[in-house]
């Protein structure tokens, strides 16, 4: 009887593995220490321009403004580096644990295909449907693990369309 929360788990996690894998991508995946450390230079150099006076120092003035146009431009290409692997991080995240729980359920289906989830009573008749809601089972009014992996399936991509 465990199939029933151990399928419904993993259709759930199926569902919200792209929500999951974005919730754990700024955990796993940071900024650098050299984006971390231009951005540093940049907000000093700032702070020092602010404190020039244009009028007066005007040479020191555009030394400091081009000093931060060079870092600045370093750091959108420490940037760019970072986010070549941020989107590796990110699909291999969201695709590896995809695969995983695929082959999770898989493994349920295969070797428990012949599994029944729940076994009703003579006084519940599920024809015309019951063939396609018992299948590979053949057992009479019940549900078979295929089935409950398929409607778990179907009401967790449902639900994970409806959240945000």
Do not use: Q
């Not at 000093?44 to 007066?56: F, G, P, T, V, W």
């Not at 009014?141 to 009401?155: D, Y």
């Amino acid at each position: 009887m465990y199939f029933i929360f151990v399928i419904s788990l993993l259709s759930m996690l199926m569902a919200f593995a792209s929500k999951i894998s974005k919730a754990i991508l700024p955990f796993v995946c940071r900024d650098s220490a050299e984006v971390v450390a231009r951005r540093k230079e940049i907000v000093k150099l700032r702070s020092e321009l602010a404190k020039i006076s244009m009028r007066d120092e005007y040479t020191k003035y555009v030394k400091c403004e081009r000093e931060i146009g060079k870092l600045e431009v370093s750091l959108s290409e420490a940037k760019s580096r970072d986010n070549v692997k941020r989107v590796a991080f990110e699909y291999g995240l969201h695709y590896g644990g995809l695969a995983v729980l695929g082959l999770c359920m898989m493994y349920i289906s295969i070797f428990y295909r012949y599994s029944t989830v729940i076994v009703f009573g003579d006084n519940f008749n599920f024809e015309p449907f019951g063939g396609f809601i018992n299948f590979p089972t053949k057992v009479p009014n019940s549900i078979s693990v295929v089935f409950w992996i398929v409607v778990n399936n179907f009401v967790a991509r449902t639900l994970a369309g409806y959240v945000k």
